[in-house]
Structure formats: structure tokens, C-alpha cells
């Protein structure tokens, strides 16, 4: 399509530039202080004299999260629930949305399905019943209870539902003329051309469980088991009595709660920050293409 350049379209592009320039900047500084605040010394982070660029340069505050077990083993938890959880969700988003995408010839009650998965998310039964369901099912303070209650991502299946019924039908028509069952079509067929919609809620995926923490807050008595963000919680809402009774002076001198804090929510954060752009490229696609049709 031709694309004429107007003088309100230049005007429209220079805005848009502009503001989206400016949106980017705004997300931007506030990792960046973080980073600063985390590569400061105590000093200059404790009053407050640290904005964009570290001052009294140092790595203590990285060796010091580096010695904290506390730190290490939630990270470990959150990785593993990271792996599993994502896996799961693909496991059962990749059969759900294929049975969906077929039509009501196909799939006699198909809209009985699609409609009892949408009230899902309109309607739950409740912080108290799914703490109740979790204690009965005997995952309390395990690492599934913060993976299957959440197992089932309607808005992924959603999308990639009508990621599937996008695809034309005469591929679909001619492998089951060909003898493929609904297995060989949906894994050799679907899957390998749904790339853009699988990587958009397999990136959905891995931020909901790594910026999970309310639910380890909920089902894991003992804080050993804390995935990352709810032991970074702990650690924002609570002071760090491993700091108060060093008796490391120049640990202290170089190291307080707030340059710790900044290296631990900046480690946690950097994972997203490395896997996001492996899924940039698909991500666009995936998302205006699944949500196409209805």
C-alpha cells in the first residue's frame, strides 16, 4: 500500500517518535538509578546523592547478595517454577486451542467449552477456597502450588485459538485427506506454524511466574521455599539484620540496605531483560494475529 507523506503524517510521525521516545526514557531511568544505586557505595546511596551514575564505586553490594543463600536458593525455586510452569501451560494451551479453533460442525459443543473457559477468568472461587483446595490436594508448601493452580492460561489459549483458526482451512482439510489424525496435524502442522503465537505466551509465561510473588506468599510455610520475588518482598518490607550485625567494618562502610536491596532487584530483574529480546521479533506478530478473529 502507498504511503503518501503528507505534512500531517510527518507531523503525526515526529509526535509519535517523540512520545514513544519519552515513554521509553521513563521506563528506562528508573533501572538505570537502580543499577547506579547497586555499583555506589553506602555513603552516597544512604544520602541520597546517587541518580543516574554510581558513586564511590564498588562491587560490594553484589558480593555481599553473592554470600546470601537466602538469595541463591529462592532464585534456584523461581527458575525451576519458571521451566516447569511454562512447560506445563504449553503442554495443555497447544491440545486446548486446537480443540477450540474447530468449528461448531466439528466440535458439537465447542461454544460450551469456549464459553465455561471465559467465565474463568470473569469468575474464581476465592483467595480462602484456593488455599483450602491447595491444603486439601496436599501441595501446600510445594513447588506445584505455585505452578497448577495457575496451569491453564485461558488468556494464552485464547490467543493462540485464534492464532489457529487464522491458518487457512485447506491445510488443515488436505492433511486429514492425506490420513493425519488430529495428533499428527496438530504437532507437525499447527505447532511448527504457530511460532509467533507460541512464543508470545511462552514470553507471557515465564514473566508470570518469574514476577509471581503473592502465591509464595500463600502456600509456602517455611521461607525457604520463597520464590525470588516473594523473598525480595521480605526483604523490601523488612530490614536486613545480616547488615545490622556484620561486624565486617568494611562491609558496613560499603554495603547498607539500600545498595543490597538495588543488587538484588536488579539481579532478579535481568533474566527478563536477557530472555525478553529472543522474543521481540515474534512477539508483535503473534499478538495482533491471535487477535484477529473471535
Known sequence: MKEYS???RK???IFNAILLSAIALACMLPIVNLLAISFSSSEFAASNAVKLWPKGFTLKAYQFVADKPEFLRSFVVSAKVVAIGTFINLLLALPTSYVLSRSEERFK?????AWYFV????FNGGLIPGYLTVKEVGLLN?????ILPGAVQVFSIILLMNFFRSLPKEIDEAALVDGAGHWTNLLKIYAPLSKPALATITLFAIVGHWNSWFDGIIFMNNPMNY????YLQTVIIKPDYQII???NINLLSLVNEQTSRAAQIFLATLPILLVYPFFQRYFIKGLVMGSVKG
Open 245 to 247: 550485625a556484620s561486624s
Open 109 to 113: 459443543w465447542r461454544n460450551v467449552y
Open 6 to 8: 503528507t505534512p500531517g
Open 227 to 230: 520464590p525470588l520475588q516473594s
Open 11 to 13: 507531523l503525526f510521525v
Open 119 to 122: 467465565l474463568t477468568m470473569l
Open 142 to 146: 510445594s513447588i506445584f502450588a505455585l
